[in-house]
């Protein structure tokens, strides 16, 4: 009993993992698993901000022999990170409710006022506070670390290959190493007490080198440090020698990013190898555009995170709440700590315009369940002191986590999604030899497209290009890395490209039509160079978006032919073949947009591709694939002039 007191929070993680290996993905699922899948399998550059500590990390994970492909082993690294993490936040409010004492205001109990001293002043004498059972605290530990682990965002995090995951464990880590320096004895060595908070600067600096909304933890963990040192010199000094810590760590992990790039990985964003490229990929500034952008997008993300809640939670955000109140009297110092981490988190994150926002409440989310311990806490201590037992009330908290489980599972369940998977790769194999993608379909090709390509060598002979990307500067590089034949013959077009953007990315005065009719010009030539040489496919978006504004157009004399899941760019207007649409696309039980997106894209394609064999007086062939869509897609409405084809 003992040893499993002492390993009660490695044993919940064992527990946890085991829960959320049902429900890991198998493959690569949307938006960014496929490039950040790459980036760990091949020491690659992700994304800003670079997530460096996530890179070598993962590296290191993916080399272990076990049997499984890449981007499933890194999917199991998602879930040991949460599983970990939710260890860690099991271990750190036990840790507290030993110590609960210290966190009020006076850092002592309860406190009453007393008769008067021999000088006449009234004389505080803390009053003996009811201890908590100790099975109380264990019990209240595990249930507020379930409440946390099955809230939606938390458990999606364990699904499938992100940077959040890693982000938990870290920013649960620095929660408890922040704890564990606030709790020090002022009566041990200064020595010692130093030494707990250097080492929390070292955990700090680990969070900023996977994730820079590690800083969203700072004002709280300001309010704690000053709380229990004050702010005078020794503080401070204190405080200079954590940063002696704290930027060696960063800058010998963000290092990585200059030295990677010097070798030009195949997948090398930002190109980071001198000063400048670096710190535009550190700070963010690609995505600086969508953060406090207006007070109306804030308003819109704060209704957002409001109307989330109770799905993130069920009705365990009742306990949550239950425990705000009760921290407030009980633990007014941590109360205070995890308020403050609240407010600043949810502030910064509803002026980020983004669509998936959900990820970066994440550390509100886990104050929350911090306080939902405390409200467990008094719910037990209350029924035990009233001779209730602890069986009842412990039965009723766990309904309400069953409830929270059964409501989240099917959102987050992403043990049976192979439709991205499958879709990169029927699009790429439904395209010529040496063919060139052009598309920005970042969630559901481009991406996923990386993995194939670079970690399992899936038609290496194939280039998918990045429309959106092709703004960037650094982009050509890597372009020029992976696929050199492509660019042959547009030299000149990318350096006028390149000195059109360069103010724009240095924050110099820039003309934006310059850059605009450059950058248009440089994709139709793109086009018009490969097309003579190779099959050169275009994405539907393109020719929904782009080509409908005229800001994307054809050379002279070519047209769009509608070819399984892509259109081809094709000479004159002669009949074009296809391939029989004998490809597999297999769908969830649980849908979400991008999951439609792909049904809703790929019976628009094969609807288009029958039209145009109507149109060439294939009627045979329409019907194969007017067949195709009524067999997969049946809940997809016809288009007008093929609903009175009759597939035999």
């Known amino acids: 009993m003992k040893l499993i007191k002492k390993f009660f929070w490695l044993l919940f993680s064992l527990f946890i993992f085991i829960i959320y290996l049902m429900t890991l993905a198998p493959s690569v699922v949307e938006i960014d698993s496929g490039e ?22 993962g590296y290191l994970f993916s080399l272990i022999p076990f049997g499984f492909s890449k981007i499933y082993k890194l999917n199991i690294l998602a879930s040991i990170w949460c599983s970990l993490g939710a260890g860690i936040f099991v271990y750190t409010v036990k840790l507290i ?72 464990f870290l920013i649960n880590l620095i929660i408890l190493f922040l704890v564990k320096a606030y709790l020090y004895d002022k009566t041990r060595q200064e020595k010692i ?22 800083l969203l933890i700072l004002p709280g963990v300001a309010y704690l440090y000053f709380a229990k040192n004050k702010f005078n010199t020794g503080s401070i000094k204190t405080i200079l020698v954590m940063l002696l810590i704290f930027f060696p760590v960063l800058i ?18 930002g190109n980071p190898i001198n000063f400048e490229n670096f710190f535009r990929h550190i700070s963010g500034k690609q995505y600086q555009v969508w953060l406090f952008s207006s007070t109306a997008a804030a308003k819109k993300q704060l209704i957002y995170f409001i109307n989330s809640l109770p799905k993130e939670f069920n009705i365990s955000l009742f306990i949550c709440l239950f425990g705000l109140i009760v921290s407030f009297f009980t633990a007014r110092k941590f109360f205070v700590f995890l308020l403050i981490t609240f407010l600043s988190t949810v502030a910064y994150s509803i002026n980020y315009d983004i669509v ?78 040496n063919s060139v993608i052009f598309s920005y379909q970042w969630d559901y090709l481009v991406s996923e497209s990386y993995y194939f390509r670079y970690v399992e060598n899936f038609r290496r002979d194939v280039a998918v290009v990045d429309k959106e990307l092709m703004r960037r500067s650094w982009y050509y590089n890597q372009l020029k890395t992976n696929y050199p034949s492509i660019l042959n013959g547009l030299q000149n077009d990318i350096n006028d490209f390149l000195i059109a953007v360069k103010p724009f990315e240095r924050d110099e005065e820039y003309n934006s039509n310059f850059i605009e009719m450059n950058y248009r010009k440089l994709m139709t030539n793109l086009t018009a160079e490969n097309v003579k040489k190779r099959n050169f496919y275009v994405a539907p978006e393109l020719f929904e978006n782009e080509m409908q504004r005229g800001e994307y157009t054809l050379p002279q004399g070519y047209t769009l032919v509608p070819d399984l899941f892509l259109f081809k760019v094709v000479k004159g207007n002669s009949y074009v073949p296809a391939p029989d649409p004998d490809f597999v696309l297999r769908f969830p039980k649980t849908e979400n947009k991008y999951i439609r997106f792909i049904k809703n894209n790929t019976a628009n394609m094969l609807a288009r591709r029958a039209l145009y064999e109507i149109q060439n007086d294939k009627i045979d062939r329409a019907r194969i694939y007017i067949k195709k869509i009524k067999s997969d897609f049946p809940g997809y409405i016809l288009p007008a002039g093929l609903g009175q084809v009759i597939v035999k």
Do not use: C
């Open 356 to 433: 998936d926002i959900d990820s970066y409440f994440l550390l509100a989310y886990i104050a929350l369940s911090f306080f939902s311990a405390f409200g467990i806490i008094k719910i037990l201590s209350f029924l035990e002191h009233h001779k209730l037992g602890l069986k009842i009330p412990a039965i009723l908290i766990m309904l309400f986590i069953g409830v929270e489980f059964y409501n989240n599972y099917g959102e987050v369940n992403q043990s049976d999604v192979y439709t991205f998977k499958d879709y990169a790769l029927d699009v790429i194999n439904s395209t010529a030899k």
């Open 36 to 57: 950040l899948a790459t980036v760990q399998a091949t020491l690659g550059i992700a994304h800003p901000t670079g997530y460096p500590f996530f890179a070598i990390a």
């Open 97 to 168: 409710l030993d110590n609960i004492s210290s966190f009020e205001i006076q850092n002592i109990s309860k406190q009453v006022k007393n008769k008067k001293n021999v000088k006449g002043k009234k004389q505080v004498i803390p009053s003996k506070a009811t201890p908590i059972n100790e099975s109380i605290k264990y019990l209240a530990a595990v249930l507020s670390g379930l409440i946390l682990v099955f809230s939606q965002t938390f458990w999606f995090q364990s699904t499938s290959v992100e940077v959040y995951s890693l982000h938990i």
């Open 252 to 269: 010998l992990f963000y290092s990585y990013l200059a030295i990677r790039a010097a070798q030009n990985p195949p997948l090398n964003w």
């Open 193 to 214: 007490i130093k030494k707990r908070w250097l080492v929390f600067a070292a955990i700090l600096a680990l969070g900023f080198t996977n994730h820079m909304t590690t």
